[in-house]
């Protein structure tokens, strides 16, 4: 599986993002998506993933109500429109894949990684 990320970029405090990651490689609807983040100088960590249907999301507790993870199983894609921006959003973000049936919040679980899109959040 090929993970293709893009959408990063710059913006202020408040504004909004939407990040796309296509899938290509295997059938896109086996697969749970997520996406995580990897800030200046942190850990990676998990953001929101998504089940193989759709019907099910899970987020970090700061970004709920904020962030919305959603899928395209027609167009392989998996999405995370990104509202409200703070400045700590700032990161790498990467789209993540795996087997499960929910979507895993734990790196070591991940079975595929994109290259990641750099989002910048300005004071």
């Known amino acids: 599986v090929q993970l293709q990320a893009s959408g990063g970029g710059l913006v202020q405090t408040g504004g909004s993002l939407r990040l796309s990651c296509e899938a290509s490689?295997?059938?896109?609807?086996?697969?749970?998506m997520a996406w995580f983040r990897q800030g200046p100088g942190k850990e990676r960590e998990f953001v929101a993933s998504?089940?193989?249907?759709?019907?099910?999301?899970y987020y970090k507790d700061s970004v709920k109500g904020r962030f919305t993870i959603s899928r395209d199983n027609a167009k392989n894609t998996v999405y995370l429109q990104m509202n409200s921006l703070k400045p700590e959003d700032t990161a790498v973000y990467y789209c993540?894949?795996?087997?499960?049936?929910?979507?895993?919040?734990?790196?070591?679980?991940?079975?595929?990684w994109g290259q990641g899109t750099l989002v910048t959040v300005s004071s």
């Open positions: 490689g295997r059938t896109f609807s086996s697969l749970s």
């Open positions: 998504i089940s193989r249907g759709g019907g099910r999301t």
């Open positions: 993540a894949a795996d087997f499960s049936a929910y979507g895993s919040s734990w790196s070591s679980e991940i079975d595929y």
